[in-house]
């Protein structure tokens, strides 16, 4: 059975710093695109950052200088380090994962909280 569990989430203030992961089991990701997603409240779920099965990054605009996402093939997981926060980057953070392209992620974490306060 596949599972993505993400972990790190938390309360911060603005400025601040977190560290979210995401732990895959159930099978191997390393051929696999893996990528966060947020869902801020009464918004749509949007695209924050990918890295591709060859390490290529991607970031949605209003997060690049702030946030890098990386993956350790050998221990299935996927991190997302975020800095400088912002009160508009607060939301539940999903990892997901993709054998194609984001259009139809293949499976989804159950999600971890971000709030940053002002």
């Known amino acids: 059975q596949v599972q993505l569990v993400e972990s790190g989430g938390a309360l911060v203030q603005a400025g601040g710093s977190l560290r979210l992961s995401c732990a895959a089991s159930g099978r191997s990701f390393s051929n696999y695109n893996m990528g966060w997603f947020r869902q801020a409240p009464e918004k749509e779920r949007e695209f924050v950052a990918s890295i591709s099965r060859t390490g290529i990054t991607a970031y949605v605009d209003s997060v690049k200088g702030r946030f890098s996402i990386s993956r350790d093939k050998a221990k299935n997981t996927v991190d997302l380090q975020m800095n400088s926060l912002k009160p508009e980057d607060t939301a539940v953070y999903y990892c997901?994962?993709?054998?194609?392209?984001?259009?139809?992620?293949?499976?989804w974490g159950q999600g971890t909280r971000v709030t940053v306060s002002s």
């Open positions: 997901a994962t993709a054998w194609g392209n984001w259009a139809h992620p293949d499976y």
